[in-house]
Structures are given as structure tokens and as C-alpha cells.
């Protein structure tokens, strides 16, 4: 049975981050558990009402892309066993699915974004300018139109509450140096398109997809946080899609949706939800790591 964690509570570990959705305790010996809740936010608000299970999914669907990806870079995971450094008396059940041990890594200041198709925030700036993140496309394309090829459009990383902003490679450069902009770049656009044409097969077309990155002591570099999850990602039917419109996702657009009914500012606190939305919501994450992983949940 799928369980339910608004908020995790680990008497006894160190409490390093509150995000979005994760929560993160740093263990002390290099590793940190990151524990995948299942909060949902909308507008960059963190909504009351939870979505059953959605944290187990999400952590399910990163782990499943991480081993399919370990060829191309490596990732935070260490294997070890999350029962293993819970605190006595913390039920091991309700974090088994949603948690993992990690590398404790120093994070690249910058989200990493890999666009193969022009919608959201890059279909904005198009409209606006004729170009995303400084990279001129060509003129003519209409929403939801594949790209000629995909693009790198980093953001910054804003902190909980505020909105990323979309930058170019040259101020990604003047924030991490060019060697490692030009890393996080090959990596970004490398994991989109094996990540693309791996959904594809599948049915699911990959719209856009963001990484973050991290680097131990010795500079390596390791992909980190969730990675190509509906949170992190736009997800597509294929059998849906057609150029000119916004296709229906594998996230939480019917919470979106939902919102947009509202008479509510989007700053915080968010209203709370109809269980009608929350379990159209909780089905599509769970078509999602149903399709691309083969994983089924109750």
C-alpha cells in the first residue's frame, strides 16, 4: 500500500532543507538522506493537501532514470539502505519508497534545462524576443512545435518561493566558470536525449526536462536531486500532441488548471483542493511511472 508524508519527522538527524517537496538531513559521515513528500506546489506555492503516495512515484521514476543513466554521468546514490540510518522507533515502511542515501555534493548554482520542444516559460520568451536564454530560433514556430534541435537554457535557482529566472550561457559561464558550464551543458543535453527517445518508444514524447548537478571534494561531477520525474519534467502523450496547442501533461496540470479557477493571488497560503483533483492528479503520476518504468502502484 502506497503511504502518505506530508512532512518527515527524524528525531535526531539534522534537518539541512525544507524544499518544495524533499526534506534533507544531513547524517553526518559525507551522506545526506533526501526524502521525497508527497507536498505539491503550484506557482511555486506549497499547497495543504497532500497527494497520496506522490513522493514514493517521484522517488521511484528518479531511481529507475538514474540506473537507466549511470552510463552517461554519474549520479548522487550510494546504495546504502535507508532503514539502516533511521532513527529507532521511525516506522522503516513509510520511508522505504520515498528516500534515499546520497552523496553529500557541493550543488552547481545553476538549474540546467534541456528544451526539445517550445512551450512554457520558453514559448514566453519566443514570443517576446524571438529567442530563449539568448539562442535565436528560427522565426514561424508555434507553440508546442518541435525545435530543429534541443537547446540548453539554464536558469538560476531561486530560493523557495521566488521564481527561477531563464539566463544564457554566458552569464552560466560568469557563475560557474566556462569549463563547468560547458560540462553541465553536455551532460543536460545528453541525458534529454537519451531520456527523449527512450519515452518515445514508450508513447511519451519529453517536451523539456531540468537537472541539477553537484560536485564532490575531488570536482567530479554527479547529476543530483530527482532527474527526469513529471515534477522535474513535460511529459507528453504522443497519441495527444498537436502542434498549436499546450498537450496535456503527465503532472499536475489538473491542480493548475484547478487554480487558474480560483479568485486567489498565488502567493501563500494556497487553497486547498478537491479530492476530485487530488486523485486525477495522483492517477496521472502514477500513468507516468507506469509507462516510463513499468512500475505499477496500488
Known amino acids: ?52 503516495g506522490k513522493g514514493e512515484m517521484l522517488c521511484q521514476i528518479s531511481n529507475f532514470w538514474f540506473a537507466q543513466t549511470a552510463h552517461i554521468i554519474a549520479n548522487h546514490l550510494t546504495g546504502i539502505d535507508v532503514a539502516s540510518v533511521l ?21 552547481v548554482p545553476v ?10 516559460s520558453g514559448w514566453k520568451d519566443y514570443q517576446r524576443s524571438g529567442a530563449i536564454s539568448g539562442i535565436a530560433l528560427p522565426a514561424g514556430l508555434r507553440q508546442a512545435e518541435q525545435l530543429p534541435e534541443p537547446i540548453f537554457t539554464p536558469s538560476t535557482k531561486a530560493a523557495v518561493g521566488d521564481h527561477d529566472e531563464n539566463i544564457s550561457f554566458a552569464q552560466a559561464v560568469d557563475l560557474v566558470g566556462r569549463e563547468r558550464a560547458e560540462q553541465v551543458r553536455d551532460a543536460t543535453l545528453a541525458l534529454y536525449a537519451f531520456a527523449r527517445d527512450f519515452a518515445a518508444q514508450r ?8 537537472f541539477e548537478f553537484g560536485t564532490d571534494d575531488d570536482g567530479r561531477l554527479y547529476v543530483m536531486d530527482e532527474v527526469l520525474t513529471p515534477d522535474s519534467s513535460r511529459y507528453w502523450p504522443a497519441d495527444q500532441y498537436e502542434v498549436g496547442t ?17 479568485d ?9 483542493l478537491p479530492q476530485d483533483v487530488i486523485d486525477r492528479t495522483r492517477a496521472k503520476y502514477a500513468e507516468a511511472l507506469d509507462k516510463l518504468a513499468g512500475i505499477s502502484v496500488d
Not at 528525531?11 to 533526501?34: E, Q, Y
Not at 532513527?87 to 550543488?107: F, I, Q
Not at 508513447?203 to 531540468?210: E, F, M, Q, S, Y
Not at 499546450?246 to 480560483?262: A, C, G, N, W
Open 1 to 52: 500500500m502506497a503511504t502518505t508524508l506530508l512532512q518527515s519527522d527524524l528525531p535526531g538527524l539534522n534537518l539541512v532543507h525544507r524544499g518544495k517537496v524533499r526534506d534533507v538531513f544531513d547524517l553526518g559521515d559525507g551522506h545526506l538522506l533526501m526524502v521525497a513528500t508527497d507536498r505539491l506546489s503550484a506557482f511555486d506555492v506549497v499547497l495543504p493537501d497532500p497527494i497520496p
Open 87 to 107: 532513527p529507532p522507533g521511525v516506522d522503516p515502511a513509510l520511508y522505504a519508497r520515498r528516500a534515499v542515501v546520497t552523496r553529500k555534493l557541493k550543488p
Open 111 to 120: 538549474e540546467c534545462i534541456a528544451r526539445g520542444y517550445i512551450i512554457g
Open 203 to 210: 508513447g511519451i514524447l519529453l517536451a523539456d526536462t531540468k
Open 246 to 262: 499546450s498537450p496535456p501533461s503527465y503532472d499536475k496540470q489538473f491542480v493548475r488548471d484547478y487554480l487558474e479557477t480560483l
Open 264 to 272: 486567489w493571488d498565488k502567493t501563500p497560503p494556497g487553497p486547498r
